[in-house]
């Protein structure tokens, strides 16, 4: 259960604002990946990152930044959200091309 | 790109009954699907997975079974118990790009005493 973790759990913003949302894994893994999870609708994959470089950006606006500092660590910054954002957004991790991927427990984020 | 369908969205059964969901997927180059269940509030968690070179897998009450030729598969709960009530979530990856998962849209699994 804390192999990923995921801060905060809870972001309540407006859509002036800037924040970020963290995820911290601690399997040795080396792909991180952010999804978006909105109600009645699959999770939607929005970025890959393996080794550090991003492979995949499934079309997500830009008001959507992720960054990888390292391989244990992955950002989502966030800036001028919409309300549609409004969702929970998982990060998971995987070792590189290995197939399970495990998932943090999430961010609810709601935009105002 | 790949699709997967998933089917029923709601499933209701009655506690010691079985459950059976469906999923179908576009990209004949897919090689592993696995199945997630996620309980209210919770993250979505691995329960079981099957790579393309197996027709089926079984882990306790819980099996999966693959038909390559038709594409698709599907999650069979035995003697279900009303822990097993959560949201259900099959996916598939195809050979492309570092472990990209399509996933269904989930089936809400209710299981009643």
């Known amino acids: 259960e804390t192999g990923v973790t995921q801060t905060p759990r809870h972001l309540v913003m407006g859509m002036t604002n800037k924040k970020s949302l963290k995820c911290e894994q601690h399997?040795?893994?080396?792909?991180m990946y952010w999804y978006k999870q909105s109600a009645k609708k699959p999770l939607e994959l929005m970025f890959v990152y393996s080794l550090e470089e991003r492979v995949e950006n499934n079309s997500v606006p830009s008001r959507f930044s992720p960054e990888c500092p390292n391989s244990s660590h992955l950002f989502l910054h966030l800036h001028t959200l919409q309300p549609e954002d409004s969702a929970l957004y998982l990060c998971?991790?995987?070792?590189?091309?290995?197939?399970?991927?495990?998932f943090g427990p999430g961010t609810r984020l709601t935009v105002l | 790109g790949e699709n997967v369908e998933q089917h029923p969205s709601t499933l209701s059964v009655q506690e010691g009954d079985s459950a059976v969901i469906k999923c179908t997927y576009s990209d004949s180059a897919s090689n592993y699907f696995p199945w997630y269940k996620q309980e209210l509030g919770k993250r979505p968690q691995l329960i079981i997975d099957i790579r393309s070179n197996v027709g089926e897998k079984k882990d306790q009450r819980i099996a999966v079974t693959l038909n390559k030729t038709a594409k698709h598969f599907s999650l069979h709960i035995t003697e279900t118990q009303p822990e097993d009530s959560a949201v259900y979530f099959c996916a598939a990856r195809n050979t492309g790009t570092a472990s990209k998962l399509t996933f269904g849209t989930g089936t809400r699994l209710q299981v009643t005493l």
């Open positions: 998971a991790s995987s070792q590189g091309g290995a197939d399970t991927q495990y």
């Open positions: 399997l040795g893994h080396n792909a």
